[in-house]
């Protein structure tokens, strides 16, 4: 309660992949120096594998070699969700060759992972982050994961308290939902396209390999194409299909429990300090459209809502198993890294200055087209 910060930018990928331990490391800089005890982070497993560019969820590099985390092949990989319950799931670190553990880096990582099995890919790296964290992070901050089934169970608290926002309005008779919807699609037609993109409509349908987009449709969310899926837009039943797994929380309706609704300070990556104040401003519409200016006020008190928190270190050489060998362990890393100032960790800010989303972004305000006074932008900061 004294310090509501959320890190949600690492995503579901193992504590030593580098965007993952440096974006830890980093919080647990601020952590240490204000005295707190929890980090607390949002550990999305909509993702998929990523297979082609071997990187993602499902690999790691040790000593400069591509390891498979599970040893899977590619057909159980393209296109795959890490969130499903598809397993078995077993670590084994293997190379291209399909050796299992090739370098000695990658044998002492395998004897610290867990030896059993698991029903998702997500499932396991979320337990071996755990165990990793325990035994290698010898700090008094204490990790807490919370991973998509978690944020399922709590918007089913919200839509099971009959009187809550979300239930009453948000989903209510779909009028709010469907304004919120409409106002995405604006966003994509105007000088912020492509910064919050309706790739599904405030939920998923979980199947067996993969998260399908709904469509919010006459008070109902279906699936397009072969799949047939069919849910009552209502908060009875969301609420049952979100117990069930049968669908998980959009991106959208994830930070609307965790970060919006409770004031919650986010700390993601360089496109995040852009749509989650979109994503406030889309609730401030729904919030109007529901006629509750009472929630509206508490909104607009939120006054650090979130900030750049992800990829902030830049790595000074070799990969995180490597560094830690090197510096005698984490608490050394911290050391080295809190010793460096803003500008000598972040580097060349290659997230910013290579994405074209953010050139196009600059184009738009020198044109004018987009200003500090733009209403979609209001809810940056109050």
């Not at 579901?12 to 919080?27: G, K, R």
């Not at 890490?82 to 050796?99: H, Q, V």
């Amino acid at each position: 309660m004294a310090s509501p910060v959320l890190q949600t930018g690492p995503h579901c990928l193992l504590l030593y992949e580098p965007d993952a331990f440096y974006t830890h490391l980093f919080s647990l800089l601020g952590l240490q120096a204000q005295k707190r005890e929890w980090h607390i982070t949002y550990f999305v497993s909509t993702t998929t594998f990523k297979e082609s560019a071997k990187k993602g969820a499902g690999w790691l590099q040790v000593e400069g070699t591509p390891l498979n985390l599970f040893g899977l092949p590619r057909s159980r990989m393209d296109g795959r969700s890490i969130g499903c319950l598809n397993g078995p799931y077993r670590f084994a670190l293997t190379n291209s060759k399909g050796d299992v553990a090739p370098n000695a880096s990658a044998a002492r990582l395998l004897s610290k992972l867990p030896s059993d099995s698991f029903a998702s890919a997500a499932e396991a790296i979320k337990r071996a982050n755990q165990v990793l964290w325990e035994r290698e992070f010898s700090t008094r901050v204490k990790l807490l994961q919370l991973d998509d089934f978690d944020i399922a169970d709590l918007v089913a608290d919200h839509l099971e308290e009959t009187e809550s926002w979300m239930s009453a309005y948000f989903i209510g008779d779909g009028a709010v939902a469907e304004c919120i919807l409409r106002a995405i699609d604006r966003l994509n037609e105007g000088a912020w396209a492509g910064w919050l993109r309706r790739t599904t409509d405030l939920f998923w349908r979980a199947e067996k390999d993969r998260m399908i987009p709904l469509r919010l449709q006459d008070r109902m969310l279906k699936t397009t194409g072969e799949s047939k899926f069919e849910l009552k837009f209502s908060p009875h039943d969301l609420a049952t299909a979100l117990r069930q797994r049968a669908i998980l929380p959009s991106l959208f309706t994830a930070f609307l429990v965790t970060s919006i609704l409770p004031g919650a300070r986010a700390l993601g990556g360089c496109r995040q300090t852009i749509y989650l104040p979109l994503m406030r401003y889309l609730v401030s519409m729904g919030i109007k459209h529901s006629g509750d200016l009472s929630l509206l006020n508490a909104l607009n008190e939120h006054s650090r809502p979130g900030a750049w928190g992800h990829r902030v270190l830049t790595p000074t050489g070799g990969d995180p198993l490597q560094e830690i060998e090197r510096a005698g362990g984490v608490l050394p890393l911290l050391t080295k890294y809190g010793g460096h100032s803003l500008a000598q960790s972040s580097g060349d800010l290659a997230s910013f200055t290579r994405d074209p989303i953010w050139a196009e972004l600059s184009r738009h305000i020198a044109s004018g087209s987009i200003t500090r006074a733009s209403q979609e932008w209001r809810w940056s900061a109050s």
